[in-house]
């Protein structure tokens, strides 16, 4: 079975400070993709950053990256410079055929 | 400007009254998703359509009906049947059906009084 774990409810980071939000995962495919999703607010759900599992180089989008850890199945985000439009809740997700999304991250940053 | 629409976005539904959340896209997209959001369960799909006058139901499709007549509308009924409808609803649609970035709607707040 397919499963995907956000051990993390809540966090908080200070402005311009940096912020590790941690995701597990469990599939027996060999060919999946991993994402990580935003959600202000405002409510609509947008995408952070998109890794594929063959790919072992880390995906980076500015002042957001990941990292990899495929044999641990790993996928942590990390947010560099954090801003205070960062506020959101955070899921990872992950699609081996069938994508499945964590429980999510409520990620709060303080000015 | 391109996107997906949902509609409404708050709705009240008495209990046992049938209702429709509409969801509309102009990506052209061939997939399209409903999801249902609640408090800490984080996102779970309740019916999913890879292409015109097809759909297959996701992990929870129970109380829930779908039609997909067309390649941009995608409603979703939630029915009478569904135990526990008050939560909010999400709508998306991406290229293909798999590892393709997901585009979402703002969403549709159902609540049953």
């Known amino acids: 079975a397919q499963t995907v774990t956000q051990s993390q409810p809540e966090m908080s980071v200070q402005e311009a400070e940096t912020v590790t939000l941690s995701c597990t995962y469990d599939t027996s495919e060999n060919n999946y993709y991993l994402f990580w999703y935003k959600q202000p607010p405002s409510r609509q759900m947008i995408l952070v950053i998109r890794?594929?599992?063959?790919?072992?180089q880390n995906a980076t989008e500015n002042r957001f990256s990941v990292n990899f850890q495929k044999a641990a199945k790993s996928f942590s985000l990390k947010i560099s410079d954090s801003q205070l439009g960062d506020t959101a809740m955070y899921f990872c997700?992950?699609?081996?055929?069938?994508?499945?999304f964590g429980t999510g991250t409520r990620l709060t940053v303080i000015p | 400007d391109g996107g997906i629409t949902q509609s409404p976005k708050y709705l009240f539904r008495k209990e046992g009254q049938n209702v429709t959340l509409s969801c509309e896209q102009n990506l052209n997209h061939d997939a399209m998703y409903w999801y249902r959001q609640d408090p800490g369960q984080g996102l779970r799909l309740i019916y999913y359509s890879q292409i015109v006058n097809d759909f297959q139901k996701g992990d929870i499709a129970e109380g829930y009906s779908v039609s997909r007549e067309k390649k941009e509308s995608f409603p979703l009924t939630v029915t009478s049947a569904q135990k526990n409808p008050t939560a909010f609803y999400l709508c998306?649609?991406?290229?293909?059906?798999?590892?393709?970035?997901?585009?979402f709607g703002e969403g549709s707040r159902l609540t049953v009084l």
């Open positions: 890794q594929e599992a063959y790919k072992q």
């Open positions: 997700a992950s699609d081996s055929n069938n994508l499945f």
């Open positions: 998306a649609s991406s290229i293909g059906p798999f590892g393709g970035e997901l585009f």
